[in-house]
Structures are given as C-alpha cells and as structure tokens.
C-alpha cells in the first residue's frame, strides 16, 4: 500500500472515520437486481474494490479478501415517513457517523427507498484510502449508462498548477534513486536545488502559521455528526458573477461559503470582526491526460476566508487575491510528499503532522467538477450527486462543493457538539449568492 494511502488509514478516530460520504439522488424507482449486477460488472471492475486493508509490523498491505460477498457491501433501507430531505439527511448523518467493518473491504452501499414517494437514493461510503475525490468521480462515469470515460472539466481549485517542478511532490524517494538520477541527468541538479530551496521555504511557512482563532465552529470533537445540503444552483449565474467580478467560479462559491459561516457567526452574537479562518483546499495532482488510477494524488493548500470582510463584493476580492498567491505556491507538492512520507514513517511522527495541520484549519473545503451532462445509473436518471470527506486531525467542519449538468451544489459535514443545525449555514450560503447578484446589479 502505498504511503499516501496508509496515511488515510492512520487517520481513523472514533470521532472521525476517514470515509468519503456519497448521496445520489436519482429521478426515478431504481431496482436492486439491476443495481448488483451494475456493481459486479461495473464496480468490481476496479479490483480494489475486491481487497482490503491488512496491518502487519512492516506496515499495511492490499490482500483479496477471501470471503468477499457483494450482499455484506450493499443494503436496502426505506426512510421514515414523510420521507423527504430532511430524513434523508438524518440518515446519511447517521451513516456518517459509523465506522465501516474492518474484516472486509471498506465500503457500503445503501439503496434508498421511497424518498419524495417516487424517488431513490443512494448512500456511498468508501474509506479514504482506497480512492479520493477524483478518482472517485472517475468510479461514477463508469457506472453511468454505457460506461465510457467522459472528459471532467476542471475549473480551478481541484486541478494542480503547472507552474512547479513535476519532481517537488516525490519527497519521499529514496538517496540512491535521487543519486542516479542525477548521475544520469546532472543538468537536473540546479532545478532540484531551486525546487528544494522552494520546499524548505513553503515548510517553515507551514511551522510558522499562528493557531486558528477561537470560534464555534471549533472544539473537543465526538463521533455524532450532520449532513445538510441545498437546492441545486445555476452554475451559469455564478459564472457570470465571476465574469463581472474578474475572478473565478470557485472564488465565487468560497466567498459565498465565507458569507455563511459569518452570518452564522453573527446570527449567535459572536465577534466577527477582522475575523479570518483557514480552511484546506485538496487539490488534484494527477496529470492532464494520465491514466485514471484509484488512490490519493492530491495535495493541499492553506486558504484564509475573510469572515471578518463584510461586504460581499470586497470578499470576493479578497478570495481571489488568495487564490492567485497560491496557485503557483509549491505547497500543495509538498503536503503531498510530506502525507506520503508520513504513511511511511512511525506512527508517532504522522499523529503529529496531522495535529499540526488540523491544529491550523478550521474546514476542509473539496470542490469537485462533475460531468456537464445528465448521466443515468441502472437506467434512472442522476437528479443530484453530492459528496463529502472526512476531515482529519480535530477539523470539524466539511465544505462540499459539486457541479453537475450544469448545476452547482453546496453541502455540510459538521461535527454534532459543535454546529447541530448545519442546514442553516446552508441556507445562508444561497443568500450570500443572492446577496452577490444583487450588488453586481
């Protein structure tokens, strides 16, 4: 297994599993026959899908698990009455909050019955190591209708910038690979000096980050935790807000998702003031036009929001300022040689990496660009896919933000002790975009 994938598996506490949580929500009655035979064909295609995790002294390993049956991985529930979004959501939440059985590979599919009378759902967990956002939109297109691999936009903050050296991220090759290397290709040594120098710089920038300020959204985790999301919006009209605005659609939705979390700050009388809060932005590394492969290939940047920014315009600003520094920043390369790195190295160093960089964070916010036409699973229509990860190291807020044919989608992940009512920041986050429109008109 490789270090960037034993490292999710480190990460699990009680209080937080490190399983990505799915929702797609479908348009019609979807039928459990035809979603197994999707899934044998389909799903387990994907051979790790078959495996699972095994600890041993040297570390952890991939076996085929020996006893695997598709029916311990897939269930059929039907929610309480009235069965709408609200207990739908409480069961995913529910879900969210339990870890999945260790003895087998580590994922689960729950068909949801009766949800809004005519509809089904599908509840998707899959444990962060065996795949990450965007291999898993990957997984997605090939369980569509005629399975073929479709081309997924990406528009922003999830595609890797170009402007750093490919080699940066591989930090944690061994000397004698680097020695012959550079034997080979000794014009390479200044560039690896350039780039090393670079790293070095981003790390002691890393060390030197102050605390995260002390507000609601932060504390003594437990293991409950809930899901909201809202109403699809038009991605056009937030595109258009960008073309207005002079910025991108992501600067957009992570300026609105900072209106919310303030108005939600303000709605409880808490100081907001010059407030700003660091939330973790993934972004994918994996190279325009190479093979789609399970695993984690991502690294991260430290983004500040500006909750403390009032005016919705000057927010976005703000955003869009931060971005732009960061994209030809090398720290995404580095956090992902040093996550590599730690899945290698003891325990103990990896339990104090995590907690240095949660200790630095207040949210994880992943945004994934999904395909820009209607996609079918087992013959019904995909209404909506949403999607959140896990957040690691004392984090307590989850972010997800997910376009689909043309719509994009907003949802929550937070820790129960702290923010109980998570829908409400979600239904702030559609006024902030209102609140947007309205001052660019």
Request: charged letters at 20%; proline letters at 6%.
């Given at each position: ?8 598996l ?10 990505i ?133 990406s ?13 940066l ?22 560039d ?26 932060r ?15 038009p ?36 100081p ?64 992902l040689?040093l ?58 807020l ?21 923010v ?22």
């Open positions: 297994m490789s270090g960037a994938d034993t490292a999710w480190r990460m699990d506490r009680p209080t937080s599993p490190m399983v949580t799915a929702v797609i929500i479908l348009k019609g009655r979807l039928d459990m026959s035809r979603l197994m035979r999707l899934l044998r064909t389909r799903l387990l295609a994907f051979e790790r899908f078959r495996w699972r995790p095994v600890e041993e002294a040297a570390g952890f390993y991939w076996e085929d698990d020996p006893w695997f049956d598709l029916g311990h991985h897939v269930h059929r529930v039907a929610l309480p009455r009235p069965g709408g979004q609200r207990e739908l959501q409480d069961l995913v939440s529910d879900l969210a909050s339990t870890p999945l059985d260790a003895s087998r590979p580590l994922w689960q599919v729950h068909l949801v019955e009766g949800y809004r009378r005519s509809r089904s759902a599908l509840i998707v967990r899959v444990h962060h190591c065996y795949a990450d956002g965007a291999a898993l939109m990957h997984v997605l297109l090939a369980l569509t209708r005629d399975g073929r691999q479709r081309h997924v936009p528009h922003g903050a999830t595609s890797a910038s170009g402007g750093w050296l490919p080699w991220g591989d930090l944690t090759r061994t000397g004698t690979q680097l020695f012959w290397e550079l034997l080979q290709h000794p014009g390479k040594a200044f690896y000096a350039q780039a090393s120098t670079a790293a070095l710089g981003e790390a002691a920038r890393l060390l030197a980050m102050s605390p995260e300020p002390r507000t609601r959204f504390g003594q985790l437990g293991p409950a935790k809930r899901i909201a999301w809202c109403d699809p919006l991605l056009d009209a937030v595109k258009e807000l960008g073309r207005a605005l002079g910025c991108t659609v992501n600067d957009v939705l992570l300026a609105a998702a900072a209106g919310a979390l303030r108005a939600y700050l303000m709605a409880h009388r808490d907001a003031r010059n407030l700003d809060i660091r939330v973790v932005v993934p972004v994918n590394l994996r190279a325009a036009g190479a093979p789609e492969t399970l695993g984690n290939e991502f690294g991260l940047v430290f983004l500040a929001l500006p909750l403390g920014t009032a005016d919705p315009l000057e927010r976005v600003r703000a955003v869009h300022a931060r971005m732009q520094a960061l994209r030809e920043s090398p720290q995404p390369l580095l956090l040689g996550q590599g790195l730690a899945g290698q190295a003891p325990r103990a160093f990896q339990d104090q990496l995590v907690h240095l960089l949660g200790s630095h964070a207040t949210a994880v916010v992943t945004n994934v660009p999904g395909p820009r036409q209607r996609l079918e699973l087992a013959g019904v229509e995909i209404e909506q896919p949403l999607f959140w990860v896990p957040q690691a190291g004392g984090i307590a989850g972010i997800s933000i997910l376009s689909y044919a043309g719509q994009v989608q907003f949802g929550l992940m937070t820790d129960a002790g702290l109980r009512d998570p829908e409400r920041i979600v239904a702030r986050f559609t006024a902030e975009i209102g609140r947007l429109q309205e001052a660019v008109a």
